[in-house]
């Protein structure tokens, strides 16, 4: 039989938190950056091939700005499975102890 594992729910909460900020940094400083991502029109000059490389620099940014919001969805789910392993793990805590007092379980001298 596998050994029990145990976990921390205030320190599953704390990291919940901490990556909760992580994404929201990460969301902070793309909106941050978006309006140096993109170069301008006007950098491609006037020539015959400008504007593809407009179009391109444009399709990489949309590329970019997709990735970002699927890399940040991920540490928010990871954020909503950490809430709730802390929640299951409080819940079994209680209901071990409600056992507990129930069938006066506990410590007993030999």
């Known amino acids: 039989m596998g050994d029990e594992v145990r976990a921390d729910p205030q320190a599953l909460v704390r990291l919940a938190k901490t990556t909760l900020g992580g994404a ?12 140096g991502v993109t170069p301008a029109g ?17 399709e990489a940014a949309a590329a970019m700005d997709d990735t970002w919001r699927q890399v940040t969805a991920v540490y928010e789910s990871d ?12 819940q079994a805590d209680r209901e071990a102890a409600e056992r507990q007092r129930r069938t006066g379980g506990g410590p007993r001298a030999i």
Do not use: H, P
């Not at 950098?43 to 444009?58: C, K």
């Not at 954020?79 to 409080?90: C, E, I, S």
């Open 42 to 58: 006007s950098a491609f000059g006037n020539s015959l091939e400008g504007g593809r490389g407009a179009a391109a620099a444009t």
């Open 24 to 35: 929201d940094g990460m969301t902070a400083a793309w909106s941050a950056a978006q309006g």
């Open 79 to 90: 954020v909503d499975k950490l809430y709730r392993v802390a929640f299951a793990y409080q």
